[in-house]
């Protein structure tokens, strides 16, 4: 398992990156002014952080429970990154609707195109972030030997 520490590294950097190249280009395709989508993308990336850390902490639980490991091959990370995304999009609509003064069918869409994008984000980013920084392999066997000492 990750540490504290290590979660919170992931998380900052995660929302750093993605804040940073997700401003000017929605600016861009969504034809609005580049302040509006700062502040939409300060409070999606708060939210985010937040989500990512709860989220993140759960599904690693989970794979512990079920596979005994934290290790996620690809199938997993395709996994983790939607249902990652749909919880965020469900937390985050009513938010940009209101913002941004459009249905809440239009932010919707809207919404749509930015998890596009962060789900392709996401799932290089982790990648990247388990490359860089690997999980050190223990098994549930191991732990429970050294949680006896």
Not at 40 to 53: D, E, K, R, S, Y
Not at 63 to 88: D, P
Not at 136 to 141: F, G, Y
Request: aromatic fraction near 14%; hydrophobic fraction near 60%; glycine fraction near 6%.
């Amino acid at each position: 398992m990750r540490s504290f520490g290590d979660r919170v590294r992931h998380a900052v950097l995660f929302e750093l990156i993605g804040l940073a190249t997700f401003t000017p280009l929605a600016a861009i395709v969504f034809n609005q002014p580049i302040a509006h989508m700062g502040i939409i993308g300060v409070v999606g990336a708060t939210v985010a952080t937040l989500w990512n850390f709860i989220y993140n902490l759960g599904f690693d639980r989970a794979l512990m429970r079920l596979r005994g490991k934290v290790q996620k091959t690809i199938s997993i990370r395709i996994v983790h990154a939607v249902l990652f995304e749909a919880g965020l999009v469900v937390i985050l609509i009513p938010f940009i609707a209101w913002y941004l003064q459009i249905t809440l069918v239009a932010a919707l869409l809207m919404d749509i195109a930015v998890v596009t994008y962060y789900l392709v984000y996401a799932f290089v980013f982790n990648i990247a972030y388990d490359w860089v920084f690997p999980v050190k392999v223990v098994s549930r066997d191991e732990r429970t030997v050294a949680a006896a000492r």
